[in-house]
């Protein structure tokens, strides 16, 4: 999380964070995300998120519960997906649980597919969803696909 990386942010227009996030309960400033989820990774703060200066057109957080509120006043992931619009992001696709990650992965497939083909965000959102839920290969249960939110830009 070095000014190399932080520099390569901010000129990116889509960026794609698979990631492990540890959230605290309660304290939201301390949750954190695990960038190679590794032992020895860097984590990365809401307060560096929030700091960085985006003109990312999307955020895709693959990550469980990437847009859950853990308190009524809001924390851990949730304040990740809002973190990335302060830096400057015009939308975060991100989930409220926890998510299978065969099934994040034919999500994001499915959505950069239909988002590539000229749909909006929020049209390739959906259509991935259902894709994932419609295809025949058991993912068809709420748990693997009904998670998923767009904030932000749905365009």
């Given amino acids: 999380w070095g000014p190399a990386l932080v520099e390569q942010l901010a000129r990116s227009s889509v960026l794609h964070v698979a990631s492990h996030v540890l959230t605290q309960a309660g304290a939201p400033g301390r949750s954190t995300l695990r960038l190679d989820g590794g032992a020895g990774s860097t984590p990365v703060t809401l307060r560096d998120v929030a ?3 985006l003109r990312a057109d999307l955020v895709f957080l693959s990550c469980c519960e990437a847009a859950r509120r853990h ?3 809001g924390d851990g992931l949730t304040d990740f997906a ?3 619009l302060t830096a400057g992001a015009r939308s975060v696709v991100a989930s409220t649980a926890r998510v299978d990650d ?3 992965r034919l999500v994001a497939t499915a959505f950069y597919r239909h988002w590539g083909r000229g749909k909006s965000k929020a ?3 959906r259509a991935a969803l259902l894709e994932l839920r419609d295809g025949g ?3 068809d249960h709420p748990y693997f696909w009904a998670s ?3 904030v932000g830009e749905a365009r």
């Fill in 82 to 84: 809002r973190a990335f």
């Fill in 102 to 104: 065969e099934a994040a």
């Fill in 123 to 125: 049209a390739a959102l």
């Fill in 148 to 150: 998923y939110r767009l």
């Fill in 51 to 53: 700091g960085l200066r």
């Fill in 137 to 139: 290969a058991g993912f």
């Fill in 71 to 73: 308190s009524r006043h």
